[in-house]
């Protein structure tokens, strides 16, 4: 097969995940990333960015729908019948 079609799609992995070189300072790294940032091509960070947007979206749907659950949970306990009792 050619070149082209092996290669990995730049945009793909636009988002930075953190170093695993424990040996870095936090200077060094943040460098890196800094350069990561400056150098990335348009279509990088329009993924990226889409990346972000998708998962913050994903996590606060989360959030809601175990809100709802939780609500509903809450209904069906406080839907105990009342006793009432009527004095003369």
């Known amino acids: 097969m050619d070149a082209p079609s092996t290669t ?3 945009a793909m992995a636009s988002c930075r995940k953190k170093k695993t070189d424990d ?3 936090f200077l060094e ?3 890196d990333h800094m350069d990561e940032f400056i150098y990335a091509s348009m279509d990088e960070h329009k993924t990226c960015f889409k990346k972000t947007i ?3 979206f994903g996590m606060s749907r989360a959030v ?3 809100s709802a ?3 509903k949970e809450a209904e069906v306990e406080s839907a105990l019948p009342l ?3 009527v004095s003369q």
């Open 8 to 10: 990995k799609n730049p």
């Open 23 to 25: 040996d870095a300072t």
């Open 29 to 31: 790294d943040l460098k």
């Open 54 to 56: 998708q998962k913050m």
């Open 64 to 66: 809601a729908e175990r």
């Open 69 to 71: 659950s939780e609500a």
């Open 83 to 85: 006793q009432t009792s």
